[in-house]
């Protein structure tokens, strides 16, 4: 399963047939997870070059920068990237609620043998 | 965006064209993101029956559970899963490294404007 982007220096992402990488967003201060998404090459230089996330919305088919519109933008406070280069996590301090239901994260339900709960 | 799997308590993942939903694993200790992977319906039943992690490995196309070979199992503390259910969060207790290559985390390099970083 090794292969040169394992232990490499450069940043080489692994695109899919899309043309994208899921991107994964926490809050650098709880550790908690907000959302999934995905990023292009656009997205990742933009959010490199800005400090503020950026994804591609594959609903749109187009530039993201969260919290544009709602004000829940995300600082980036650091980028990692996972040895097959096909995921990229951002630690970020978020601006407002991650999710579009307005909770924080979009995690907001825990799933057990029976079903899901709040909270 | 809103649907019905937004705000219900009704357990259904939105499978993509492979059966799949993504997986993402975090330290339930640190925090830490240690891995993205994939989980089809079988993987997530297994894993909430047994409360190890188990995925889809999309390269050998089989159930996946990990640390069966290695001795790096995940021991499930915590499951979540998101606003449109594409996406499922695993707080997890590693019993060793999650990443192939030896490291505890698959995020073990940090994205710079001028390339990566290990540590």
């Known amino acids: ?3 040169a982007n394992d232990a ?3 940043l080489k992402p692994k695109w899919d047939a899309h043309g994208l990488i899921t991107a994964v967003a ?8 907000l959302m999934v998404a995905h990023m292009n090459a656009d ?3 933009v959010t490199l070059a800005t400090g503020e996330a950026h994804y591609w919305s594959r609903s749109r088919q187009e530039l993201w920068h969260k919290g544009a519109t709602s004000g829940s933008t995300q600082r980036v406070v650091e ?3 996972d040895c097959d ?3 990229i996590w951002l630690k970020v301090e978020p601006a407002g609620p991650a999710c ?7 995690f907001y339900r825990v799933v057990t043998p029976t079903g ?3 909270g």
Request: net charge negative; aromatic share 0%.
């Open 100 to 106: 579009h239901t307005g909770e924080q994260s979009c």
């Open 1 to 3: 399963m090794s292969d």
């Open 43 to 45: 997205a990742l230089a």
């Open 26 to 33: 926490s809050d650098a201060a709880t550790g908690d997870l």
């Open 8 to 10: 490499g220096l450069a």
């Open 116 to 118: 899901l709960v709040h």
């Open 85 to 87: 280069q096909d995921a």
């Open 79 to 81: 980028l990692r990237i």
